[in-house]
């Protein structure tokens, strides 16, 4: 709501700076611009949408989601102790995690709903545990091998090269993943003193 808020005002504003300067020509041609330029992104971030999806379900079907889940599963036990009892949950948090590796992370939000959502069942509590805590800052912080959705705004754009990030991407979701995660353990260890 505070948002739309703001939009209209910036909307407005721009629109009687327009009229005070006698530059309304030019705000409709910026704004047509800005328009045909956001179906294009819209466009490019579709296309690479698509394309990794449907890699991560190729994934799936060929057993590479299993495969990670087995290779995650030790880390995931020392994160998550509880949910790494609950089978469904472990493949549910491991998609998410596998999907947000991949750089998609509007595939992995369903994915970490539904890994919420066994987490509650189980501890049978309206109120967010630990672990779901440490589950929002694992997908919202999430480490990139693969930052699709980075790289395709960055060819939507013209860049000649968009995967020329990587490195800089890995430090950085690694640093921000780990500061979180402490974080989260730290709050969570205060709260419970």
Do not use: H
């Amino acid at each position: 709501m505070v948002m739309g808020w703001i939009w209209t005002g910036m909307v407005l504003l721009a629109l009687g700076a327009a009229v005070l300067t006698g530059q309304t020509g030019a705000l409709t041609a910026a704004a047509l611009e800005g328009a045909a330029s956001a179906i294009r992104l819209a466009l490019g971030l579709a296309g690479a949408l698509c394309l990794w999806s449907g890699a991560a379900k190729a994934l799936e079907r060929a057993g590479g989601m299993r495969a990670l889940a087995r290779l995650a599963r030790p880390v995931f036990r020392r994160l998550f102790p509880q949910t790494a009892q609950d089978e469904t949950a472990m493949g549910y948090l491991t998609a998410n995690v596998a999907a947000n590796l991949l750089g998609l992370g509007n595939a992995a939000t369903p994915m970490g709903i539904a890994a919420v959502r066994r987490m509650q069942q189980r501890s049978g509590s309206a109120r967010a545990t630990d672990e779901m805590c440490r589950l929002i800052v694992l997908n919202t912080a999430s480490i990139q091998l693969l930052p699709t959705t980075v790289a395709a705004v960055r060819a939507a754009n013209g860049a000649a090269a968009p995967f020329d990030i990587l490195p800089a991407v890995w430090l950085t979701s690694v640093c921000s993943v780990a500061a979180g995660l402490l974080a989260a353990f730290l709050f969570g260890r205060a709260s419970r003193a």
